[in-house]
């Protein structure tokens, strides 16, 4: 019994012991393949226009092809599935927003195949956020929250686009009707460029969304922005006042976005990952790019994305039950 207990020690520090050599090893030949970047959104928006300008760079950084795959579907979670389902070797990676963190307060048991993003994805980094804007078609004649709070009083059900039900948007729309005492209708789009479409179009009156979808018709005059849904203003539009600023409080919401590996992703593997992708984020073309999208660049060590995934699911959670969000 002695001999076979000393014998499963030493055949565990063995195991301890290769499982260490191999991890360099397995981060010194990464990629050794063709690289999937997952965007759970349909093309077009913030996180697909990310996903390129990673692609290019890491495909040149790493000398294999980095591949867009977009894979949209129950409030990102299919594409979040189809990355946990795969192979934990880095190969696959997913590039998302936090509506993968509150579909599943909004969504029925079972979406996207059941997955816990929690459990079933591991934090890489996260690129940059966005802020949360409301904006409003020019035919208003509103350039603030209050006048455009006051013509939501006199015009009751006057409609609010978002990105989809239960969406950050969404969450943002109702925050503001229940902290101004409004009474508006939601109007859900399947995905932000179809939002944003509608505003411009006169179809929604008002709509939430991340700058990465709009800041291009912001500056061109075609839809203007009321506020931001932020603690503190934007310096991409440090014109423009945040809600709290203008008077109503509670209504702060922005989006994240974050890269993830399937659980199991080596730690020398995640780490590669996460300071190539940091080294981009140094980069000024990108910079300049992202910037130009409506995004802040971030950054730095997984657990900066970990801490987000973990305050937005006690937060939306909580949310979802106050505000009765439910998606489709």
Same mark, same amino acid.
């Given at each position: 019994?002695?001999?076979?207990?000393?014998?499963?020690?030493?055949?565990?520090?063995?195991?301890?012991?290769?499982?260490?050599?191999?991890?360099?090893?397995l981060a010194q030949s990464f990629p050794s393949k063709n690289v999937s970047l997952v965007v759970p959104f349909p093309p077009g928006g913030g996180p697909d226009l990310m996903a390129r300008?990673?692609?290019?760079?890491?495909?040149?950084?790493?000398?294999?092809?980095?591949?867009?795959?977009?894979?949209?579907? /129950?409030?990102?979670?299919?594409?979040?599935?189809?990355?946990?389902?795969?192979?934990?070797?880095?190969?696959?990676?997913?590039?998302?927003?936090?509506?993968?963190?509150? /579909?599943?307060?909004?969504?029925?048991?079972?979406?996207?195949?059941?997955?816990?993003?929690?459990?079933?994805?591991?934090?890489?980094?996260?690129?940059?956020?966005?802020?949360?804007?409301?904006?409003?078609?020019?035919?208003?004649?509103?350039?603030?929250?209050? /006048?455009?709070?006051?013509?939501?009083?006199?015009?009751?059900?006057?409609? *609010?686009?978002?990105?989809?039900?239960? /969406?950050?948007?969404?969450?943002?729309?109702?925050?503001?009707?229940?902290?101004?005492?409004?009474?508006?209708?939601?109007?859900? *789009?399947?995905?932000?460029?179809?939002?944003?479409?509608?505003?411009?179009?006169?179809?929604?009156?008002?709509?939430?969304?991340?700058?990465?979808?709009?800041?291009?018709?912001?500056?061109?005059?075609k839809l203007v922005p009321l506020a931001l849904t932020e603690k503190n203003r934007s310096p991409l539009l440090p014109e423009v006042p945040t809600a709290g600023e203008q008077g109503v409080?509670?209504?702060?919401?922005?989006?994240? *976005?974050?890269?993830?590996?399937?659980?199991?992703?080596?730690?020398?593997?995640?780490?590669?990952?996460?300071?190539?992708?940091?080294?981009?984020?140094?980069?000024?073309?990108?910079?300049?790019?992202?910037?130009?999208?409506?995004?802040?660049?971030?950054?730095?060590?997984?657990q900066v994305l970990g801490d987000f995934m973990r305050a937005d699911r006690q937060r939306y959670g909580q949310l979802a039950k106050e505000l009765n969000i439910k998606a489709d």
């Open positions: 019994m002695q001999f076979k207990s000393s014998l499963g020690r030493q055949l565990v520090t063995l195991a301890c012991i290769t499982m260490g050599l191999l991890q360099p090893a300008v990673f692609a290019e760079k890491l495909a040149a950084q790493w000398g294999k092809p980095v591949i867009v795959e977009n894979r949209p579907g /129950s409030g990102a979670l299919l594409g979040a599935q189809a990355v946990a389902k795969s192979p934990a070797d880095g190969h696959t990676l997913l590039l998302t927003t936090n509506t993968m963190v509150i /579909s599943p307060h909004v969504l029925a048991p079972g979406a996207g195949g059941g997955i816990d993003v929690h459990t079933d994805l591991m934090p890489i980094v996260a690129p940059a956020t966005t802020p949360m804007a409301l904006l409003a078609n020019p035919t208003l004649n509103v350039k603030d929250l209050p /006048s455009a709070l006051a013509l939501a009083k006199k015009q009751a059900g006057m409609p *609010y686009g978002s990105a989809g039900n239960g /969406s950050p948007m969404h969450f943002a729309g109702e925050m503001l009707k229940r902290a101004a005492g409004v009474d508006l209708l939601h109007v859900p *789009y399947k995905g932000v460029n179809p939002s944003v479409m509608a505003a411009l179009g006169g179809e929604v009156k008002f709509l939430f969304v991340g700058l990465g979808g709009a800041l291009p018709h912001i500056k061109s005059g409080r509670g209504v702060e919401v922005n989006a994240w *976005y974050g890269v993830f590996a399937p659980t199991g992703t080596p730690d020398s593997v995640r780490s590669k990952i996460n300071a190539d992708i940091n080294e981009l984020l140094k980069m000024s073309d990108v910079r300049e790019k992202l910037a130009t999208a409506g995004l802040d660049v971030l950054g730095g060590s997984s």
